[in-house]
């Protein structure tokens, strides 16, 4: 059995949970999030606990995964995901046009990324930005194709990085003597 799997989730305040067989959702303050379990879990929600079980112990991976699914759906209804990111080079910058993001990383052209549903760019200065979200995985796949659009190069570290994330630097041809 999973060790995470059998810690119970308290439900907050605010917060209602459903489950239907296999599919569960989730409203809160900020939005309501679905989504389909695997059949070998059952979900029970006793009061504010929810309990996640499996039927035998070669499942225990689902065990420990599902939990989890849901302890994100509970914590991204009652606050927000956010993903930073950081621009670094000479001309490079970013700005938000109503739900667009367009940004200039030495392309011929700016790149103009549309947002997708239940996700906002904000723009605090042309350098940074940041990814909400109620979903944590579309908020971290939505920074990762960001960060796509110019991945950060390990000679002059130039590109889009996640604020946390640390590049390795190259000395380049003149340091080998």
């Known amino acids: 059995m999973s060790r995470i799997g059998?810690?119970?989730i308290t439900i907050p305040d605010g917060v209602e949970v459903t489950v239907n067989e296999n599919h569960i959702t989730v409203k809160g303050p900020k939005g309501t999030l679905e989504r389909e379990l695997n059949s070998k879990v059952t979900v029970k929600v006793e009061g504010k606990v929810i309990n996640v079980e499996v039927a035998s112990v070669e499942d225990g991976n689902l065990h420990?995964?599902?939990?989890?699914?849901?302890?994100?759906?509970?914590?991204?209804?009652?606050?927000?995901?956010?993903?930073?990111l950081e621009i670094n080079g000479v001309g490079y910058r970013a700005q938000k046009q109503g739900t667009k993001l367009v940004m200039n990383l030495g392309y011929s052209h700016p790149v103009e990324m549309e947002a997708?549903?239940?996700?906002?760019?904000?723009v605090p200065n042309p350098n940074s930005i940041i990814v909400r979200?109620?979903?944590?995985?579309?908020?971290?796949?939505?920074?990762a194709v960001v960060r796509s659009k110019r991945p950060p190069e390990v000679y002059r570290g130039k590109g889009i990085k996640y604020v946390e994330e640390h590049i390795r630097r190259k000395e380049g041809k003149t340091?080998?003597?």
Do not use: W, Y
């Not at 997708?116 to 904000?122: A, H, N, R, V, Y």
């Not at 979200?133 to 920074?143: D, H, L, P, S, Y």
């Open 6 to 8: 059998k810690k119970p």
């Open 64 to 84: 420990g995964l599902t939990r989890t699914l849901i302890a994100n759906m509970i914590e991204g209804v009652t606050k927000e995901f956010t993903r930073e």
């Open 116 to 122: 997708p549903e239940g996700i906002t760019f904000d």
């Open 133 to 143: 979200g109620i979903n944590k995985e579309v908020v971290g796949q939505t920074a």
């Open 175 to 177: 340091g080998k003597k």
